[in-house]
């Protein structure tokens, strides 16, 4: 009983963090689908998320496992991933840390960035005034990356390595995404001169680098493969849905990135905590997940409502 709840509580946690972490790629899609013809809609729309599911946060994480233990090979990897083996699990963690120590960095370096410089709706007390200092972001990070390597080398230098992957992950998907919202505004305005082929290629490369945080973000939640597969590929079909039929009124709640970006802020401390083998319970990462995002989504509520009855 308690693992069949246990189990429940990560799918639901994977499912909603990887809805409400992919709000921005889905305004993007949303907004680049717009300026598309009718046919080219329908093939991203169908086979896009088919690529976007199954390419990308199917055939990642079986990637990662196969990074961690090459020995495995291929076939071993596809068949260690869906073992329900408990030995099996125990190998794949104990050569997790460099694992948890580049997702924890990078999650940890998005919240940051998004805390430090990226304009938002205020949530919480403070955020007005640390955003006034964004210039500190980079110090920060810069210092804290110093930090946890000397720290990391001194108990397995494979975590080190993990951190300055994890560095280099956001900084290269963070280049990503500041080129997709210059494009995005080029061809909302028009001023960007692109085929719906060239769209097309553009939307699955933007799907791609932001699939990176749910993915990453994932085994913060579990190293069994098959339930990190079933959450985000719940939450990846979501927010298809969500770009479709429902995007303008997901962006009237204007609290849920603030609560994306806690949950990521979390979660990367749940990894860079596991990665020194401060061993977090399982159930923590899903149930502090749900509710931050329950927080933040019922204030957003409460705002709508507000702005309502002013009207």
């Known amino acids: 009983m308690v693992d069949i709840l246990l189990l429940a509580l990560t799918i639901v946690g ?38 976007a599911v199954f390419a990308i946060r199917g055939l990642l994480p079986f990637g990662i ?40 960095i990078f999650l940890l370096f998005l919240f940051l960035h998004w805390l430090f410089m990226q304009p938002k709706n205020f949530g919480l007390k403070g955020e007005a005034t640390i955003q006034k200092h964004g210039v500190w972001f980079y110090a920060i990070v810069s210092i804290l990356l ?26 290269i998907t963070h280049g990503f995404k500041e080129n997709a919202a210059a494009k995005e505004k080029q061809m909302i305005e028009g001023s960007a001169k692109m085929s719906d082929v060239s769209k ?7 799907d791609a680098s932001f699939s990176i ?13 098959p339930i990190i597969l079933i959450g985000n590929g719940i939450g990846a079909i979501a927010v298809r849905q969500i770009t479709v039929k429902n995007i303008d009124n997901v962006k009237k709640y204007k ?18 905590s596991n990665a020194f083998g401060l061993h977090v319970p399982e159930w923590i990462s899903p149930v502090i997940t749900i509710f931050i995002l329950s927080y933040f989504f019922l204030r957003s509520r409460r705002e709508l409502r507000k702005s309502y009855v002013k009207k």
């Open 14 to 51: 994977l499912s909603l963090f990887e809805i409400v972490s992919s709000i921005d790629n889905a305004v993007i899609n949303a907004d680049v689908l717009y300026t598309m013809s009718e046919w080219a809609r329908r093939w991203f729309l169908l086979w896009g998320m088919l690529i």
């Open 65 to 104: 496992v196969y990074f961690l233990n090459p020995e495995l090979g291929l076939v071993g990897t596809f068949t260690a991933a869906f073992s329900n083996d408990p030995g099996v699990t125990a190998a794949i963690e104990q050569s997790a840390p460099p694992l948890l120590m580049a997702g924890g």
């Open 146 to 171: 110093t930090l946890i390597v000397w720290y990391s080398i001194q108990i397995n230098s494979m975590m080190a390595f993990g951190a300055a992957v994890g560095s280099s992950i956001f900084f």
């Open 200 to 206: 097309i290629l553009y939307l699955e490369v933007i």
């Open 213 to 225: 945080d749910g993915v990453l973000g994932a085994f913060a939640f579990t190293f069994f493969v």
């Open 255 to 272: 609290y849920l990135k603030n609560g994306a970006m806690y949950s990521v802020a979390f979660l990367g401390c749940v990894m860079i």
